[in-house]
């Protein structure tokens, strides 16, 4: 069982907005820790998409965004393509340790 | 460009021990807390251990405290995971992975390598 609650999967059709969620509790992401989003495209290493609760890497598009309140923080995906099919895995920090979401794999219709 | 390059995983018995390395390149090495994060078969993210960038604070997680240990050379930019006690349930890839912001655990892991893939199994 993960620290962090995501949902198993989410889908959309290309175009769509699509968001993913990560529940946590007042010992992670309720005690003020920020979260980070990860992209883990097939076959390929996990690339950072969202720090710092908000905040894009250079070269991550405008696309995804993140947002946090009280116990939970959320992915948000605007005009979906089909490359954004890939599982998607939330970070945080419980009691100073790292911890990850279990993930969610976002199928693209 | 930065970039991290993972060995040494491989094919161990149940109770054996093996030493994976991170080669790193294009940053400035000791001024990056590293980690190690693992997934296995079928599973998610994992994260194992991390290290400051001088190498005097380590942390890790319950499942390997005792087993495993984490280390770091800044004079050769490597990073490394020795593995003792090996189980089944720690057959998994591992990565390495940087952190974002110099001397930070605070903005995400920003470069991983490639993994290498440490199987456990008589």
């Known amino acids: 069982q993960s620290v962090l609650t995501q949902p198993p999967s989410v889908s959309g059709a290309p175009g769509q907005r699509v968001t993913i969620s990560c529940t946590g509790s007042s010992s992670n992401i309720g005690a003020g820790y920020d979260v980070h989003w990860y992209q883990l495209l097939p076959g390929t290493a996990p690339k950072l998409l969202i720090y710092g609760n908000s905040n894009r890497p250079p070269g991550v598009p405008g696309r995804f965004s993140g947002s946090k309140s009280g116990t939970s923080a959320s992915l948000a995906i605007t005009g979906l393509q089909a490359e954004d099919e890939a599982d998607y895995y939330c970070q945080s920090y419980d009691s100073s340790l790292v911890v990850f979401g279990g993930g969610t794999k976002l199928t693209v219709l | 460009e930065m970039e991290l390059l993972e060995s040494g995983g491989g094919l161990v018995q149940p109770g054996g021990s093996l030493r994976v390395s991170c080669a790193a390149s294009?940053?400035?090495?000791?001024?990056?807390?590293m980690s190690w994060v693992r997934q296995a078969p079928g599973k998610g993210l994992e994260w194992v251990s991390s290290?400051?960038?001088?190498?005097?604070?380590?942390d890790y997680a319950d499942s390997v405290k005792g087993r495993f240990t984490i280390s770091r050379d800044n004079s050769k930019n490597t990073l490394y995971l020795q593995l003792n006690s090996l189980r089944a349930e720690d057959t998994a890839v591992y990565y390495c992975?940087?952190?974002?912001?110099?001397?930070?655990?605070?903005?995400?892991?920003?470069?991983w390598g490639q993994g290498t893939t440490v199987t456990v199994s008589s």
């Open positions: 992975a940087k952190w974002y912001g110099p001397n930070s655990y605070k903005y995400g892991m920003d470069v």
């Open positions: 294009g940053f400035t090495f000791s001024s990056h807390a």
């Open positions: 290290i400051s960038g001088s190498g005097a604070t380590t």
